[in-house]
């Protein structure tokens, strides 16, 4: 029995470790690849991009390599990333400055809706949070007319504002920490409650501490959202130099596939160093989505 | 003084209320705004002629939505693309959750593992999927080895393969925490119990474990199906905005109404998918309260 036991195990580990393999794989070959020289990517990966780049003088391999490890690790494309061309820096910037005021913003202003529904209830609340759990599952196919109409009204076709205030309210984060913050223990509202506190108290000293992983797992999960978005920025920001990084990096090719590993490896910094440090938090998070209801 | 005292309550219960809506206003005035007011605008512009005469025309946009060839193709090929990925990532995320459920060494740095893809973006990835389904790429190369012909990935019937493995790829991660949440909450007596009757793993899983899981299942179904209808992102970043046919999905359609600014197609499809969602959404309320009930007890 023992015996069985341990060769089940062992079985079991290895078919989980062949599946990691295969889940790393793409992360790891982006990461190697980047430090590649130019001539080694076109000679491996010339044809790829060919068909866009016709003519360039360089030697292009007659088949495409997957090489694992670089011949010679270079740090050049990460130079010319970071500081010979500053398009790429704007672009991140781009990703940035639309990403960040949403991450804020709407989970700020969800703490708020979520004290409402949590703190406040009436029939007319529950319709309203069922309102906000059937929007939160639209595709975006639905979501964008609505969203591109707003945007042509406010004249803001084209403006980052157009993105960043559907993003602000979108309603996931109201779902989240309403899920959470309907767990805080009511004895400790009552107990602020007794000690003469007020409702923006209560919210402020009790709960919000209270939700503090919440929050952070929560603006995790927005935060890898938003910075993958593709969508709303193809359609709403038409102008190349405006469209964060994401929308940039699938246009790239002709003469600059040499820098494309580098900047997906920089792209991906952000959300894999909040990964590292909140992989708890995000687990957190994803488990308390699991579920419709309360 | 009784009246006195149902005033007061009655009082009590509109400034309750008062107070309930201001902390709501922030949040609901801009879902108003942004998305539900101009959701009804869309579903009058999906029944009126053009904005300029506003006459209404009832279900002719509709008749000429589903008519139209780019409309079918794009709903075909974004429900085949479900059938296909939606069962392969809950099987999927199911067997690797219970794989790490059975205690293997290093179960943590696997979820770790499981979990990355979803912190990578997956612009950051597209170029190896490319290097990979290359018709001279890394995976043609070890199918000849093995004696296989090569084939053209992306631009055949196939290409919709290369799509589901990155999304599986992207989306499995997430699903495996759903489940083994759900796992850890099966109550361990039941499962002694079972063991101490004879029960073998397949017996347990069919008899026990699934009866737990079934709000899980059913709730990992719903998701994969809702991200599925946004693969368009990945296929985008793949192949920029002219795919291949079998990947021209309803995204992709969109997309091209939009650019023709034809608003009355635009809002037609919307109000389309608004109605094909809801009722999806409807049943993952029924099922779950209808599942949740019966393991509650």
């Known amino acids: 029995m023992k015996v069985k036991l341990f060769f089940g195990r062992t079985g079991l580990f290895f078919i989980a470790a062949v599946f990691a393999v295969l889940f790393l794989l793409p992360t790891v070959l982006t990461i190697s690849n980047s430090f590649m020289t130019q001539s080694e990517i076109d000679a491996n990966y010339g044809m790829i991009f060919e068909s866009t780049r016709p003519g360039v003088g360089t030697y292009v391999g007659d088949s495409v390599n997957l090489k694992f490890i670089p011949d010679k690790v270079s740090f050049d494309q990460y130079t010319t990333v970071l500081f010979r061309s500053p398009e790429y820096l704007l672009k991140f910037w781009n990703s940035v400055i639309l990403v960040i005021p949403i991450v804020i913003f709407q989970v700020g202003i969800a703490a708020f809706a979520a004290y409402s529904f949590t703190r406040f209830k009436s029939k007319l609340k529950n319709v309203i949070f069922f309102f906000y759990i059937v929007l939160m599952l639209m595709p975006y196919q639905v979501t964008m007319v609505p969203n591109f109409l707003v945007a042509e009204w406010l004249g803001l076709i084209g403006s980052r504002w157009a993105v960043i205030f559907p993003g602000v309210f979108a309603p996931f984060s109201v779902f989240l920490l309403t899920k959470f913050m309907r767990r805080i223990p009511s004895v400790l509202i009552e107990a602020a409650k007794l000690d003469g506190a007020n409702e923006f108290q209560i919210f402020s000293k009790v709960c919000i501490p209270q939700c503090r992983s919440a929050l952070y797992s929560i603006a995790i999960l927005v935060f890898i959202d938003y910075w993958n978005m593709v969508e709303l920025p193809i359609i709403l920001l038409a102008n190349a130099d405006s469209q964060p990084l994401s929308v940039y990096l699938s246009t790239i090719n002709a003469g600059e596939a040499g820098v494309a590993f580098a900047v997906a490896v920089v792209y991906m910094v952000p959300p894999l160093l909040l990964f590292l440090h909140g992989e708890e938090a995000l687990v957190e998070g994803i488990t308390h989505s699991g579920s419709v209801k309360g | ?297």
């Open chain 2, 1 to 297: 003084m009784k009246l006195k005292q149902r005033m007061e309550n009655l009082n009590r219960r509109t400034r309750e209320s008062i107070h309930g809506a201001m902390w709501l206003a922030p949040s609901l005035l801009g879902v108003a705004a942004f998305y539900i007011v101009p959701f009804f605008i869309v579903v009058y512009y999906a029944l009126i002629d053009n904005p300029l005469m506003g006459n209404f025309v009832f279900f002719d946009n509709f008749v000429r939505l589903f008519q139209n060839q780019a409309f079918k193709l794009a709903a075909s090929n974004t429900w085949r693309f479900a059938i296909v990925s939606v069962p392969l990532a809950v099987v999927l995320s199911l067997m690797i959750a219970l794989m790490l459920e059975a205690r293997i060494p290093l179960k943590s740095q696997f979820r770790t593992f499981f979990l990355s893809p979803l912190m990578v973006p997956v612009a950051s990835v597209v170029l190896i999927w490319q290097v990979l389904f290359h018709p001279n790429g890394a995976v043609n190369e070890a199918m000849q080895l093995f004696g296989f012909s090569g084939i053209d990935w992306m631009q055949s019937a196939h290409n919709q393969i290369v799509v589901v493995l990155l999304f599986l790829w992207k989306n499995l991660g997430f699903n495996m925490i759903l489940f083994m949440a759900s796992l850890s909450n099966i109550p361990k007596e039941i499962l002694e119990t079972a063991d101490t009757e004879g029960a073998g793993p397949i017996r347990k899983l069919f008899y026990i474990k699934m009866r737990y899981l079934s709000p899980t299942l059913l709730f990992v179904t719903i998701f994969s199906l809702i991200n599925s209808f946004k693969v368009f992102r990945e296929i985008y970043l793949l192949t920029g905005d002219y795919p291949y046919e079998g990947l021209y999905m309803l995204q992709h359609f969109m997309n091209n109404i939009f650019r023709a600014l034809d608003y009355q197609r635009l809002a037609a499809a919307a109000v389309v998918m608004t109605i094909a969602m809801v009722i999806i959404i409807a049943t993952l309320f029924i099922a779950e309260d209808r599942f949740g009930k019966d393991v509650e007890e």
